[in-house]
């Protein structure tokens, strides 16, 4: 079965500046698709960024960018120029590839606390 | 495009009593899911429908749990009779296909409260 796995419980950035989230994943199948989504207190998960496997290029999403390291199975987020808007739980997941006898099974990490500070 | 609705927002009961949550995915979106969020974890997977059939329900305690997909549309996910370890949040999302696309889109949740 296929596991997401978020180091850092909590993480802390000051306003304007840069910070780094981290996951890693196991899987053994070579397509699938990787996202980040944002979980402010009103609970609505939203979706931050995507990257197919497939894509050696990393995605870029205004400030949100991630390093996608494919071989080690590692997909980091990166936030530029924090906000105070950013201050969230951020969740890693792992899509399984649609088709067969999968339907696209989403697969999340415990989460990290972001909290910005002004 | 309209959100996937959930209703209700909160809901309190008392141990061993049943509760019912309901969902309305976005129209077209032939994929529907039920997660469960347990305060300070990542969302686990209770059960997927396609369209109205069940292709995943390997997480789902099917002894007090229970789901329907109502035409293929609607959702409906019942606890009876709830315990206390069932608090948390239920989030149901839906997609086009697979999530391929632009991954789940997702339900603001019912938070369950058991005492």
């Known amino acids: 079965a296929q596991t997401v796995t978020q180091s850092q419980p909590e993480m802390s950035v000051q306003e304007a500046e840069t910070v780094t989230l981290s996951c890693t994943y196991d899987t053994s199948e070579s397509d699938y698709y990787l996202f980040w989504y944002k979980q402010p207190p009103s609970r ?7 990257q197919e496997a497939y894509k050696q290029q990393n995605a870029t999403e205004n400030r949100f960018s991630v390093n996608f390291q494919k071989a080690a199975k590692s997909f ?21 590839p649609f088709g067969g006898t999968s339907y696209g099974k989403l697969t999340f990490g415990q989460g990290t606390i972001l909290t ?3 | 495009e309209a959100g996937v609705a959930q209703s209700p927002r909160y809901k309190i009961i ?14 077209g979106h032939a994929t529907l899911y039920w997660y469960q969020q347990i305060l300070g974890q990542g969302p686990k997977l209770l059960i997927q429908f396609q369209n109205n059939g ?11 749990f229970s789901a329907e997909r109502l035409k293929g549309v609607d959702s409906t996910l019942k606890i009876q009779p709830a315990k206390l370890e069932d608090s948390a949040v ?7 296909v697979g999530g391929r696309i632009d991954g789940y889109t997702f339900g603001s949740g019912t938070r369950l409260t058991v005492v």
Do not use: T
């Open chain 2, 54 to 64: 069940v292709v995943d329900d390997s997480q789902l305690p099917k002894d007090r």
């Open chain 2, 14 to 27: 008392e141990k061993r009593q049943s509760v019912a949550f309901w969902c309305n995915p976005i129209s």
């Open chain 1, 44 to 50: 609505q998960m939203i979706l931050v960024i995507r």
């Open chain 1, 76 to 96: 980091s987020l990166k936030i530029s120029d924090s906000q105070l808007g950013d201050a969230a739980m951020y969740f890693c997941a792992y899509l399984d």
């Open chain 1, 116 to 118: 910005v500070h002004p």
């Open chain 2, 90 to 96: 239920y989030l149901c999302a839906s997609s086009l």
